[in-house]
């Protein structure tokens, strides 16, 4: 009898083991079809939405780099203009320096010291370069002549031209103290020659800013 109950105990466990299992297969059986697309359908929104994502950073990432790219190009451009006005101003500023530096030589006849009527414009424009431009300069007034007369002479002549000059350059509104006069003769001609075409370019006043 005693073996008997331990079957039927044994035949009981068997039962149940088999009743638990076969609920739990029930259980556990896995998604259904239906519960499957649904899993995949979402996935598939999930990776769209990061590939979205991923490409407006993209296109974020390369907008604003090629906004850097267009700002470093108009800053350049704008530096490069400024370079350019800035070099032109320059360049004008010295040209006018130049020309305002620069004073006529005042050209004479033969054994004469008066300022020529045909001088005068030149005189005219060398009083205004003076009077408007570097108003404080010292301006030294140099007479000279052709190699014919003596020495003496012609550093008498040489100064005779060049206070006419400055007589003119008064007249015109330079002031006195500004003008110093020296004669050299024939001491320095412009140029060598003994002819007229020569001689017609050393007689003559030259004006030099100090």
Not at 97 to 110: N, P, Q
Request: glycine content about 4%.
């Amino acid at each position: 009898m005693k073996r008997w109950g331990n079957m039927v105990s044994v035949l009981a466990l068997i039962i149940m083991v088999s009743v638990w299992m076969g609920s739990s297969c029930a259980v556990n059986r896995g998604p259904s079809a239906e519960e499957l697309a649904a899993i995949e359908a979402e996935r598939q929104r999930a990776i769209a939405d990061s590939l979205r994502a991923e490409r407006a950073e993209e296109e974020a990432r390369l907008a604003a780099e090629k906004a850097a790219r267009l700002a470093e190009a108009k800053r350049a451009a704008a530096q490069e203009e400024a370079r350019r006005i800035a070099e032109e101003e320059s360049r004008r500023a010295d040209s006018l320096h130049k020309e305002m530096m620069s004073l006529a030589t005042v050209y004479f006849d033969y054994d004469k010291s008066n300022v020529r009527a045909d001088q005068r414009s030149a005189m005219d424009e060398n009083a205004r370069k003076l009077r408007e431009y570097q108003t404080r300069d010292t301006v030294i007034v140099e007479g000279h002549c052709d190699e014919r007369g003596t020495i003496e002479y012609n550093l008498a002549l040489g100064e005779r031209r060049a206070q006419a000059v400055k007589m003119y350059l008064v007249d015109a509104g330079v002031a006195v103290g500004r003008l110093e006069t020296v004669s050299y003769g024939e001491e320095k001609p412009a140029t060598m020659g003994s002819n007229e075409r020569s001689w017609s370019k050393n007689r003559r006043v030259e004006l030099l800013r100090k």
